[in-house]
């Protein structure tokens, strides 16, 4: 949605009130796929360090190349580091999403602010709280 918002004052307040909970969705899809993230994480370590112990070599850097071409030969360790390339890419997305939410919350509701202070300033202007404001004076 791009602002100044098109939408009438009450469909403002209608979709202010439903953003918190969109925001809130995405934060919790977001928990989910940092959870999921930490844990494919864990087992790609594990399945490093299972490599490397069994990797033979005279030096360690023998050792961790020999340990390289185990991993990049296991199946299951591909398809984890292809699960956890779509776990970073969801997350991108996800955060994208809930900041644009944000951005929508904050650009409503400033609309709504500013719409509510030309409403009163009109109101106090036009003498409807039965008190005027004072006059502008001129000076420096």
Known sequence: M????????AKEVVRLLELPALIRRVGE???ALRAE????E?????REARAYLAAEGRS??????RARVLLAQDPEYQALMKRLDQLHAAIDVATEEKNTLE???KAIYGALVDRHAQV????????LFGVR????????
């Not at 791009?2 to 004052?9: E, K």
């Not at 864990?42 to 594990?46: C, G, I, P, S, Y």
């Not at 360690?60 to 190349?65: K, V």
């Open 2 to 9: 791009s602002f100044p918002s098109n939408l009438p004052p």
């Open 133 to 140: 404001p004072p006059a502008p004076r001129g000076g420096n």
């Open 42 to 46: 864990r087992e790609l370590k594990d």
């Open 60 to 65: 360690a850097q023998e050792r961790e190349a």
């Open 103 to 105: 951005h929508e919350r």
């Open 29 to 31: 899809r977001l928990t």
């Open 37 to 40: 993230r930490r844990a494919v």
């Open 120 to 127: 009163l300033e009109m109101a106090l202007a036009q003498g």
